[in-house]
């Protein structure tokens, strides 16, 4: 069983920057993707980011395009989601997510989901 722990949400003003953690332990399977996947109050899980294992497959939603990148550090079993130039309506709850397989865009195709952590940006 997959378990992943994201960390590093917080408060910051627009315009500012924050780095997401996600740790993942368990993992039995060799060929996989982890993912971001967001959700704002009263909305529905938004897919953010994916990343394949070998970091060479990376997709984004239109809305952080250039303002988002995933990175990982397999040997810490590691996955970053660094957020530059924040917008209040990246207000979310961020949560880090995987999938056996290759990348996928959409959010319900993720089977292993962490608990979240807080992103607010306030205007």
């Known amino acids: 069983q997959v378990q992943l722990v994201e960390s590093g949400g917080g408060l910051v003003q627009a315009g500012g920057s924050l780095r997401l953690s996600c740790v993942a332990s368990?993992?039995?399977?060799?060929?996989?993707?982890t993912g971001w996947v967001r959700q704002a109050p009263g909305k529905e899980r938004e897919f953010v980011g994916v990343?394949?294992?070998?970091?060479?497959?990376?997709q984004y939603a239109e809305s952080v395009k250039g303002r988002f990148t995933i990175s990982r550090d397999n040997a810490k079993n590691t996955v970053y989601l660094q957020m530059n130039n924040l917008k209040p309506a990246d207000t979310a709850l961020y949560y880090c997510?995987?999938?056996?397989?290759?990348?996928?865009?959409?959010?319900?195709?993720?089977?292993?989901w962490g608990q979240g952590t807080q992103v607010t940006v306030s205007s």
């Open positions: 997510a995987e999938r056996e397989g290759g990348p996928s865009v959409t959010a319900a195709s993720f089977r292993y």
């Open positions: 368990g993992r039995t399977f060799s060929i996989y993707a």
């Open positions: 990343m394949s294992w070998s970091s060479d497959n990376q």
